[in-house]
């Protein structure tokens, strides 16, 4: 049994910055897979970036060079260090847990925190 717990979001101007912290509660010896996924009202949630038990990572394309997944293991945290902003990243954004029942296989996340909400205004 996991509980995730954003927080970090908030309202900022493009450009700025932001950086998102997820506390997990509980044991995570089945999760082998974090992530950041976010989704605005309409529209599809999305997957904005992953992390692996062996600190492996994946990004959509639309925030590579600008976010920054990372996990501090011993304070079982998850972070989403995200820079220069843009409006389209304007969405609630939830962090997750799952697992891969192999290295080469998409993860499923089973684990969701309570989002956290993230406005960027031009």
């Known amino acids: 049994q996991v509980q995730l717990v954003e927080s970090g979001g908030g309202s900022v101007q493009a450009g700025g910055s932001l950086r998102l912290s997820c506390a997990v509660f509980g044991s995570t010896d089945s999760s082998n897979c974090m992530g950041w996924f976010r989704q605005a009202p309409g529209k599809e949630r999305e997957a904005v970036a992953t992390i692996r038990s062996d600190d492996s990572t994946t990004y959509t394309d639309s925030v590579k060079g600008r976010f920054t997944i990372s996990q501090d293991n011993a304070k079982n945290t998850l972070y989403l260090q995200m820079n220069s902003l843009k409006p389209e990243d304007t969405a609630m954004y939830y962090c997750?847990?799952?697992?891969?029942?192999?290295?080469?296989?998409?993860?499923?996340?089973?684990?969701w925190g309570q989002g956290t909400q993230v406005t960027v205004s031009s």
């Open positions: 997750a847990a799952g697992r891969s029942p192999y290295r080469a296989i998409k993860c499923s996340y089973n684990y």
